[in-house]
């Protein structure tokens, strides 16, 4: 079958879309795999028989997440591991191919907050600004942990020439979002490493896509209080906060659409329109 042929398999002759390609024995990582959407992610692709990686620096919260998926994995192994660790994630993918001979999916989801004002000012004069130290922690996790992982992942596909899939999570706060100077420039940058890295491994057979949840359901936005949540949802038109599972729901999506690339979903109940 020709380059061509296989391109365009997945369509039949009438139009329709045919049978995707399932997950059910497919390699995948899921980084922040030990709470929230990550937690959701790894529990959805376990239920469809994945070989699971789940990676977390929250041993806890990992142990957690691998004793619900495994009864349902193909194969589920934890690795408490930091994203901003070169060498841990080094070591990470060359387990997991050394183990399962190939990369079928990486999603990129662990992130952190250190929100803050860039100032905060009180009858004119400067009480508090963003520390380096609060935006660098947030860089180091949401975007270069996205770059190792992305490029360990990237690298053990073209060399096993398995024509795999990555999928970032970026977040509406690109846009901007007040008290956000280091997740907004983070989340920002990760949408644009989607758009750089779609163009540089197309060659390869690998697909690139982003997920941009609005707020969703998490141990994040459970802290949150309650008149602080009531104004974040109100400009939201469906009214109501995300499930994870609906964020799961899209990275499927994104995974089994053999024609998305490039693009960045966003899962927000309409609140950017």
């Known amino acids: 079958m020709s380059d061509s042929d296989k391109t365009h398999a997945a369509v039949k002759s009438n139009g ?23 937690r959701a992610i790894a529990l959805h692709f376990a239920r469809r028989g994945a070989r699971l990686a789940l990676l977390d620096r929250d041993e806890r919260g990992l142990r957690e997440t691998h004793k619900l998926c495994a009864p349902q994995a193909d194969q589920a192994r934890c690795f ?31 992130g952190i907050v250190r929100d803050k004002l860039l100032l905060k000012v009180d009858s004119g004069q400067i009480v508090n600004r963003m520390s380096l130290a609060d935006w660098q922690s947030v860089l180091s996790v949401n975007l270069t942990g996205v770059f190792l992982c992305g490029r360990e992942a990237a690298t053990v596909m073209v060399e096993t020439k398995s024509r795999g899939v990555i999928i970032n999570l970026s977040s509406i706060s690109r846009a901007g979002n007040v008290g956000q100077s280091n997740y907004g420039a983070a989340k920002a940058g990760v949408a644009a490493l989607t758009v750089v ?44 906060l995300g499930e994870p599972a609906e964020i799961s729901a899209a990275v499927q999506f994104i995974v089994e659409n053999e024609f998305f690339t490039g693009r960045c979903l966003e899962v927000d109940g309409g609140l950017r329109m």
Do not use: C
Request: no cysteine; hydrophobic share 45%; charged share 20%.
């Open 16 to 38: 329709s879309i045919a049978e995707g390609p399932h997950t059910r024995g497919k390699s995948v990582v899921v980084t922040g795999a030990g709470r929230g959407i990550g």
């Open 80 to 110: 408490p591991v930091d994203v901003t660790d070169e060498s841990a994630v080094q070591d990470v993918f060359s387990v997991v191919v050394s183990t399962w001979g190939l990369l079928d999916v990486l999603v990129n989801n662990a």
């Open 197 to 240: 890295w779609t163009k540089e491994l197309a060659r390869f057979g690998i697909r690139v896509g982003a997920i941009a949840p609005g707020f969703v359901r998490t141990d994040m936005t459970a802290y949150m209080k309650p008149e602080a949540l009531q104004r974040a949802l109100a400009p939201v038109p469906i009214g109501r």
